[in-house]
């Protein structure tokens, strides 16, 4: 006897159940009378009156799709639902905004979105995650329609209509901060990844081709991964300080015991284990029997590497790269506490004065560049592999 279940998609049933439950249990919105206040919870039902309740359907569709089987294209069908919920209830906490300030510009009121928003929108996000992984196999597909959700939300930024919420005030007030912030974050990233890079291949190769290396140089870097982070910062800070002093011409150029150089110096360290793996593993994927043709076409070593070692094991050491560069922009906002500024400045500023809208500000753009420069990788490594086919 066959068990037919009668639910035929539990992942989706587990997530829109979630989904009405933070809805429902937690504070859509928090409103204070100005920043220094405690706000007061605001829960979704409230403001859910009139029209608005429509905002419900597509949850309600969500669910009962949990109820049917889907095959092929009709994945885009909850893809799109969970999109248009999560617009929608971006569009209403912009609304709801306004109409808590009395559309008053100047007003120190302060709006700011509560744990029920964010886990709606994350678990939107994921309802439409799982949708596309159902719908296609293809990477590169996937990540454009996973990059496509927000879509909505940017011309919503666009067009003024979350103006209203303590998040964006916060950025109005620090609009120059912020975009320096941005930009330094990005310059600590870059600065991480080529010297890491530059450094990482050589290694990962020497260890490639000398095997009694190897051991010795992966303890060394796992020694230096099992550092704290605050704790490699601060052994770098004595030593620069001492060069800077010794070699004024260092602290000329900005490198000292403080700033960005220990900052930048400490995640490359932190990078190069990732990284010489990631390099050791890519060549080590190329089929001895591939390079023994090479050979015999009178390729000489160098050849052999350039034209058919490092074209086969690029995908494997692009992945490597991805996992140091979202690696090093988590870490670089651990390093604005030695003053190498970046978002992390603006995440501690928030945590010093007790403004969680300011350590969002700082927390969520640094998240987005992570997804972005993950997502950059991913595409990069699946059209390598898709060529190769």
Not at 209 to 227: C, D, E, F, M
Not at 244 to 257: D, V
């Amino acid at each position: 006897m066959t068990h037919h279940s009668f639910v035929k998609n539990r992942v989706l049933l587990t997530l829109v159940l979630l989904l009405l439950l933070a809805g429902y249990g937690l504070a859509f919105l928090s409103h204070a009378p100005n920043r220094l206040v405690s706000g007061q919870g605001i829960p979704l039902l409230t403001l859910l009156h009139g029209y608005f309740a429509l905002i419900l359907l597509p949850a309600l569709l969500l669910l009962a799709a949990a109820f049917v089987r889907l095959y092929g294209k009709n994945h885009l069908l909850v893809m799109l639902l969970a999109e248009i919920l999560l617009t929608a209830l971006v569009w209403l906490a912009g609304h709801s905004a306004v109409q808590l300030t009395g559309g008053d510009e100047d007003s120190i009121a302060r709006t700011s979105l509560g744990g029920g928003f964010w886990a709606a929108a994350a678990l939107c996000l994921l309802i439409a995650s799982d949708a596309i992984s159902r719908f296609t196999r293809n990477h590169s597909l996937r990540i454009v329609l996973n990059v496509q959700m927000i879509l909505p939300v940017v011309v919503l930024l666009a067009y003024g209509q979350l103006a209203e919420l303590s998040l964006l005030k916060e950025y109005d007030n620090r609009s120059d901060v912020f975009n320096d912030a941005v930009w330094q974050h990005l310059g600590i990233l870059l600065g991480t990844l080529v010297p890491a890079v530059l450094i990482g291949l050589p290694v990962g190769l020497l260890c490639h081709r000398k095997a009694r290396w190897r051991g010795p140089v992966l303890s060394v870097l796992n020694i230096i991964q099992t550092v704290p982070s605050i704790a490699l910062f601060g052994l770098l800070l004595a030593p620069l300080a001492g060069l800077a002093r010794a070699l004024p011409w260092l602290a000329e150029h900005g490198i000292s015991g403080i700033g960005l150089a220990p900052a930048i110096i400490a995640l490359v360290l932190y990078s190069l284990l990732p990284l010489v793996r990631g390099v050791i593993a890519g060549l080590e994927s190329v089929p001895e029997a591939v390079i023994e043709s090479a050979r015999g076409m009178g390729m000489n070593r160098g050849q052999i590497f350039l034209r058919v070692q490092l074209p086969i094991a690029l995908p494997v050491i692009l992945t490597g790269i991805r996992i140091v560069a979202v690696q090093t922009v988590g870490m670089a906002m651990v390093a604005a506490l030695i003053g190498a500024g970046g978002l992390g400045a603006i995440m501690f500023q928030g945590l010093l004065s007790s403004a969680l809208d300011l350590v969002l500000l700082g927390v969520i753009p640094a998240v987005l560049m992570a997804v972005v420069v993950d997502s950059v990788f991913k595409f990069a490594v699946s059209i390598l592999e898709t060529s190769r086919r």
